[in-house]
C-alpha cells in the first residue's frame, strides 16, 4: 500500500467538501431568491379551482439542499474520522456512488474529484487501478458461478458423502435460514414502526403543498408532482398571516431564556455539588420538591408578580421580559447537570485549591469542558421547551390591551390564527397544516441532527428512564 495515495486523498478530500459547501450555499440561496420573488396571492386567489403555482423549481432546488446537506456533514464526518484501515474497496465503491449523486445534483466539480478519490482509495487498498478493479470483480463473479457449478456436482449431489457430512450441511444450511429469516423479520418490524412514525410528518408536508381543492377531496392523492408543489401556501402564511413576525419573536424569546437558563443552570449546579456551604443539602431538596409541583399552579404568582413590575401594563416590549424572565432557570435541569459534575472527582477540585484556582476559573477551565454534552443537551432542550411553550405567552399576549398579535409567539398564533375561507364555510388545511410545518419541522431538523449529543448527554448525567 503506498503511502502517497492517502495523502491524495486526504488533500483533494478538502477540496470536495469545500465544492460540497459550495453547492449547499448556492442551493439555498437559489431556494430562498426563489421563494422572495414568489408572488403573494390573497386568499381567493387561493380558494379559486384554477389558481395552481408551479412549483418545479422551488422543488427541485428543495430536494437538492435536502440531499446534499446530509451528504456534507457525512463526508466532514468521515474525512476527520477515517482511518488508514478502513480504507478498503468497500469505502471506494461509496465514493464513487457518492461521485455518481454529485452528478446528478449538477455538481461536476464535486463528481469529479470523488472519482479522482475512487482511484486513490484503490490504489492504497488494493494497488490496483479501475480497470484492474473491474477485472478482479469480474474474476470474482466468475470464481462464485464456478462454485456454484461445482457444487451441484459435488459428493453431496451424487450420493457419496457421509452421513455425518450430509447431516451437518443440513445443520449449516438450517441454522443459515434461520438467521436469514430473523434479520428479515427483524428488519421487517423496524421498516414497519418507522413508517408508523414517518408517515404522520410526511403527510403533512404533502398536504401543506396541496391545493385547497385537493385538501378537500374525498379521495386525497398519496403523491403530489413537482411542478405542482404549492410553496405559495408558506409564502402566505409568512406574509399574509404575519407568520414570520411570530417565528422571530419565538426565537428571541427562546434565544434569551435560553442563555439565561444554562447560566443559572451552570452556576446552580456548581455550588450544589462543589460547594460546601451550611444547609446545601436541606436548600436541594426543597427545589427537588418543587418538581412534584405542577408548573400550571405558579401561573397566577408568576402573572401577579410581573403585573407588579408592570410588564403587562402596556402595549410595549416589556412583555417580552414577562415571557423570558420568569423561566430563565429550572430546577431539573440544575439537578440534571448537578449529577454530571458529581461525577467529577473531588480530587481535582482540591488540587485546583491548592494551586490557588479560584472557584469561576475551576469551573470554566475544567468542570464545563468535561460536562459539555450535558451542557449542550440542556441548550437543546431549552430551545425545544421555549419554541414548544404555549400557555403562558399566550396568557401574556392575550392580557394586553387588544390582545395585541404583535407579540404572539408561534405556537399562539397557531392556535389564535383564522384559516377559514373568504366566506367563513371552510377550513383551508393546506395553509393550517402550512402554518403547523413552520412549527415543527424546524424542531424535526434539530433533534435529528443534535440527537446524538442529546442522548450522549443523558448517559453522562446518570439518569436513567
Not at 477540496?15 to 381567493?44: M, N, Q, S, W
Not at 418545479?56 to 430536494?63: G, P, T
Not at 449523486?101 to 463528481?111: F, G, K, Q, T
Not at 425545544?384 to 390591551?401: D, Q, V
Request: aromatic content about 14%; charged content about 15%; hydrophobic content about 50%.
Amino acid at each position: 500500500m503506498e503511502k502517497k495515495y492517502l495523502n491524495r486523498w486526504k488533500l483533494t478530500d478538502i477540496f470536495v467538501l469545500a465544492a460540497d459547501a459550495i453547492a449547499v450555499i448556492i442551493y439555498l440561496v437559489l431556494f430562498v431568491k426563489a421563494f422572495i420573488d414568489i408572488p403573494v396571492p390573497t386568499k381567493e386567489e387561493i380558494v379559486d379551482i384554477n389558481f395552481v403555482f408551479n412549483g418545479l423549481q422551488l422543488s427541485i432546488l428543495a430536494i437538492f439542499a435536502m440531499i446534499a446537506t446530509p451528504l456534507l456533514f457525512i463526508d466532514s464526518k468521515t474525512h476527520f474520522n477515517k482511518v488508514e484501515y478502513e480504507m478498503d474497496p468497500w469505502f471506494a465503491g461509496n465514493t464513487f456512488v457518492k461521485g455518481i449523486i454529485s452528478l446528478l445534483l449538477l455538481n461536476p466539480v464535486s463528481a469529479i474529484i470523488r472519482f479522482y478519490n475512487t482511484h486513490n482509495i484503490l490504489k492504497f487498498a488494493t494497488g490496483h487501478s479501475y480497470l484492474e478493479a473491474i477485472k478482479n470483480m469480474g474474476r470474482w463473479f466468475k470464481v462464485k458461478f464456478q462454485n456454484f457449478k461445482n457444487r451441484k456436482n459435488s459428493p453431496d449431489h451424487e450420493g457419496e458423502a457421509t452421513e455425518e457430512e450430509i447431516r451437518l450441511r443440513k445443520k449449516i444450511r438450517t441454522q443459515t435460514i434461520g438467521i436469514a429469516a430473523k434479520t428479515v423479520l427483524l428488519y421487517s418490524l423496524i421498516g414497519i414502526a418507522a413508517a408508523f412514525v414517518f408517515l404522520p410528518f410526511y403527510w403533512m408536508v404533502l398536504t401543506a403543498l396541496k391545493t385547497f381543492e385537493e385538501t378537500q377531496s374525498t379521495n386525497p392523492s398519496f403523491f403530489v408532482a413537482l411542478k405542482d408543489m404549492q410553496w405559495v401556501n408558506f409564502k402566505y402564511v409568512l406574509n399574509e398571516m404575519d407568520f414570520g413576525l411570530y417565528i422571530y419573536n419565538t426565537l428571541l424569546v427562546g434565544i434569551i431564556s435560553t442563555l439565561g437558563t444554562v447560566i443559572t443552570t451552570v452556576f446552580a449546579a456548581f455550588a450544589f455539588s462543589r460547594i460546601d456551604f451550611k444547609g446545601r443539602e436541606t436548600l436541594f431538596s426543597i427545589l427537588l420538591m418543587t418538581m412534584m409541583i405542577p408548573g400550571e399552579l405558579y401561573i397566577i404568582t408568576n402573572f401577579i408578580t410581573v403585573a407588579e413590575f408592570g410588564w403587562i401594563s402596556t402595549a410595549g416590549n416589556k412583555v417580552f421580559l414577562a415571557m423570558i424572565i420568569p423561566f430563565m432557570t429550572s430546577v431539573f435541569y440544575i439537578f440534571f447537570l448537578r449529577q454530571t459534575f458529581k461525577q467529577i472527582p473531588n480530587s481535582l477540585y482540591q488540587a485546583a485549591q491548592v494551586d490557588g484556582c479560584t472557584d469561576f476559573k475551576y469551573l470554566v477551565r475544567v468542570m464545563l469542558p468535561i460536562a459539555g454534552p450535558t451542557v449542550f443537551t440542556i441548550t437543546i432542550l431549552s430551545v425545544i421547551g421555549s419554541w414548544n411553550a404555549f400557555i403562558w405567552p399566550r396568557l401574556m399576549a392575550t392580557m394586553l390591551p387588544n390582545s395585541n398579535e404583535k407579540f404572539y409567539l408561534i405556537s399562539v398564533a397557531l392556535n389564535k390564527a383564522s384559516f377559514m375561507d373568504p366566506e367563513g364555510m371552510r377550513l383551508m388545511y393546506n395553509l393550517q397544516i402550512a402554518a403547523s410545518a413552520l412549527v415543527t419541522i424546524p424542531l424535526l431538523i434539530v433533534f435529528l441532527a443534535l440527537r446524538k449529543y442529546i442522548i450522549r448527554g443523558v448517559g453522562r448525567s446518570g439518569i436513567k428512564g
